[in-house]
């Protein structure tokens, strides 16, 4: 009877999802429901309380989009954005897959998705629009190259930091496992988009752009890229993999960051050894930052002003989203769905990758996340992992890429909604054109991912 009225609870959380009510307040609702229909509702607080003030998300992901804010006012972001595109000027027949791959680049230091739209967009959307193309094949192009998943192979990214949390490892760890899959969804994702933009672009003729357009695009094609501008915003995700694994090249001194133990016999404090990667994370933005502040003088006396907006930004749309995902993803535990799952895939060990991708991909397309996706079903896996003994961070990355796969495909995700206002279209029609191509990568990625799936 149990499962019967969490199952309502979680059908009624769905619809209400989308009716487009908030996010965050669904989610945390239907996880206080959750948990009162187990006789636990205390839990569901004690999640909310924890995770409002977990250090391992709150100082990365404020610290990472204060300074993305800074990047913004000091037109480090911009700069980077021209660099890149600037080989693709006078390359009209890749135009399409070049705007991808600028998107999936910045995307990497920029965690938000969102973010990267704005900082591209205002680059790629006149440029790709005076190239002739349509404003549905401009804006899918800016969708899908700042959501596919460069975030992925940031440290920083709350994905990883979920996945690195549930199995007590380091988040640089998880960058290795999801690289491989992450080029493999990115070299099948591109190539079928293009195909298909270039296919809907032969249908319908060629309009010229508005006077206002050209002189856009005649403005850009003008920009002077100043290169310690261009490189500032890869400063962070460079200290952080020279100081991560593989690499270990910068090994950083752990008393810079986390109090010493008092006698020298002493072991490091537990909550010493789980905040330390987080806080290396927060200091290398902030070391962002100050370059990114060096970088333009004049307006210096406004970088503290940006930061803390990003960083007020990241916890009222990132990290509450998080919480809410937290105690939704605990009232489903409590109530024995998380077992269930578990018992299918011990059953039927071959399921657990494909449902590592299936699952994750649905939920992100209904609320439009990837982090809060991410952060309610990953630990479901984590045991059904362990029992077929399989690398439960090489499934953390099946998860990952799904949810963000599923976030791209959402007509209610940010990013689609600023992609759409950006290139005047209608988000659904976006949604349609980068769908196929998504669905058939991630079907691509789920193969690649069973075959080469490590052993414990």
């Known amino acids: 009877m149990i499962w019967v009225l969490g199952l309502l609870i979680i059908a009624a ?3 209400a999802i989308a009716r487009q009510f908030d996010v965050r307040l669904v989610l945390t609702v239907a996880g206080l429901a959750l948990g009162a229909l187990a006789g636990q509702p205390m839990a569901i ?4 309380l924890a995770t409002f003030s977990n250090e391992r998300f709150v100082i990365p992901l404020c610290t990472a989009m204060g300074f993305a804010y800074v990047l913004r006012l000091t037109e480090c972001d911009r700069h980077l954005v021209q660099l890149l595109v600037k080989p693709l000027r006078r390359a009209r027949p890749i135009l399409i897959p070049g705007a991808v ?12 998705q969102t973010s990267t739209a704005v900082a591209i967009g205002a680059v790629l959307v006149p440029l790709l629009r005076a190239a002739g193309f349509s404003a549905v094949t401009t804006g899918a192009a ?39 899959l992450l080029l493999v969804q990115l070299a099948v994702a591109t190539p079928v988009f293009w195909f298909l933009c270039a296919r ?34 890869l400063v962070p995700v460079t200290l952080l993999f020279l100081a991560g694994p593989p690499l270990k090249l910068v090994q950083v001194p752990r008393d810079w960051f986390v109090e010493p133990p008092k006698t020298v016999d002493a072991a490091p404090a537990p909550r010493g050894a789980e905040v330390f990667e987080s806080r290396q994370i927060g200091a290398a933005m902030l070391v ?21 907006e990003g960083a007020g930004y990241a916890f009222a749309r990132i990290i509450g989203i998080i919480v809410a995902a937290s105690c939704f993803g605990e009232g489903i535990k409590r109530i024995g769905l998380a077992t269930a799952i578990g018992f299918l895939i011990d059953a039927a060990p071959i399921l657990l990758i494909p449902v590592a991708g299936v699952l994750p991909m649905a939920f992100g397309w209904l609320c439009g996340s990837g982090m809060a996706t991410t952060q309610a079903l990953f630990e479901f896996f984590v045991a059904p992992a362990k029992a077929v003994q399989i690398d ?15 976030r791209t495909m959402s007509p209610v995700a940010a990013v689609t909604l600023m ?19 998504l669905l058939i990568a991630m079907a691509i990625t789920v193969i690649v991912a069973i075959f080469t799936a490590p052993s414990r």
């Open 13 to 15: 959380a769905v619809y």
């Open 45 to 48: 607080v004690r999640t909310f």
């Open 101 to 112: 791959l600028v998107g999936f680049l910045v995307n990497i230091p920029v965690v938000s």
């Open 142 to 180: 800016l969708l899908l190259g700042s959501s596919l998943g460069g975030e992925l192979l940031n440290p920083a990214a709350p994905e990883l930091l979920t996945v690195a949390e549930a199995l007590k490892i380091q988040s640089a760890d998880c960058v290795e496992h999801v690289l491989p």
């Open 200 to 233: 809907a672009e032969s249908q319908e003729p060629m309009k010229e752009e508005t006077p206002a357009k050209e002189e856009k695009c005649d403005a850009e094609l003008g920009f002077r890229v100043n290169l310690f501008k261009a490189l500032v915003p």
């Open 288 to 308: 962002g930052v100050v370059l990114a502040a060096m970088s333009a003088p004049r307006k210096l006396r406004d970088v503290a002003t940006s930061f803390f």
């Open 392 to 406: 439960a961070a090489h499934v953390g990355a099946v998860v990952s890429i799904a949810s963000a796969a599923g």
């Open 419 to 437: 992609s759409a206002a950006l290139t005047e279209t209608n988000p659904l029609l976006l949604v349609r054109r980068v769908a196929v191509p």
